[in-house]
């Protein structure tokens, strides 16, 4: 089983490097970007185990270290 | 008095620490190793600045789960003196033993200088042998020092006299200008800026000798001074 999680900042944390690359659309000529927020997928292979106890394993790997939930929020899929 | 300095992979400033707390105060100081399980006790342990696991993932994120992490957390809770500089303030908050996060400088940049920063409370075993409200010269060298809260923690905080530093001009984009902060009981500290980088004023800056000073005393005093 394999899992796709995306960690990406709370919309609360100013996200600096984003802005960065906003600006730099707007250079290359894409004028209507108006904002651009930058996140991490990490794909995990779970191994052998059922659909629900991935769900309850990628909840605590998310909690406990994947996304710092003072200031990132997480999402995951599964893939296969 | 008897400090622990642990040492995880990618630790760059632990021997500094070592330094100060043996040969400038001649304290008994003992390296831990991250991997080790079998810890004695120490009265003050250290987690030093540098970049533990090259900082992957988040910046002190995979060394809260090293093995003398366990050890650590079980010191801070029996209310003995932690104190994190830097990457060791990035694990504390990711350990969730201090409030809040750091996250990268609001000018995207790595900033190494020497700031000023002002001692906020000096009734805590950190900061007892600072005066209240006194501006110290301490380097910072950090590209994740921006420290985050949500406001109603940052008013019990305040409230409750955890924020002990703060920058006399903001660095790095810290709400309320915070440079180093302590726990609700006082016993771990958190700070950004390096006091054992300047901690002889022969090498051309003691400023930072107090905070370890404050240490020694209140340990030798025996009791809290709040």
Known sequence: ???????????????????????????????????????????????????????KQLN????????????????????? | MKFGIVVFPGSNCDIDCYHV??????????????????IEDYDCIVLPGGFSY?????????????????????????????????????????SGLLPGALVRNKNLKFICDTVEVKAENNATPFTN??????????????GEGNYVVDEETLEKMKENGQILFTYQENPN???????????????VLGMMPHPERASEAILG?????????????FFEGGQKND
């Open chain 1, 1 to 55: 089983m394999k899992a796709n999680v995306y960690v990406t900042l709370k919309n609360s944390i100013a996200d600096p490097q984003g802005f960065a690359i906003k600006g730099a659309l707007n250079k290359m000529g894409y004028e209507s970007v108006e904002d651009v927020r930058i996140g991490k997928l990490i794909e995990v292979e779970l191994g052998n185990v059922t659909k629900e106890e991935a769900e």
């Open chain 2, 21 to 38: 707390l043996k040969d400038v105060l001649n304290q008994e100081v003992n390296y831990i190793w991250h991997d080790s399980e079998d």
């Open chain 2, 205 to 217: 800056n003691g400023d930072g000798i107090g905070i370890f000073k404050s240490i020694i005393a």
């Open chain 2, 129 to 142: 042998q600072l005066k209240d409200g006194e501006v110290i010269n301490i380097p910072i060298a950090h």
């Open chain 2, 173 to 187: 984009g810290s709400i309320y200008n915070i440079a180093g902060v302590c726990n609700e009981s006082k016993n």
């Open chain 1, 60 to 80: 605590v790997m998310c909690e406990k270290l994947l996304a710092n939930t003072v200031i990132e929020k997480y999402r995951f899929e599964l893939v296969e």
């Open chain 2, 54 to 94: 090259g900082d992957y993932l988040r910046c002190g994120a995979v060394a809260q789960f090293s093995k003398a992490m366990d050890k650590v957390k079980k010191h801070a809770e029996e209310g003995k003196l932690l104190i994190g500089i830097c990457n060791g303030f990035q694990i504390l908050t990711e």
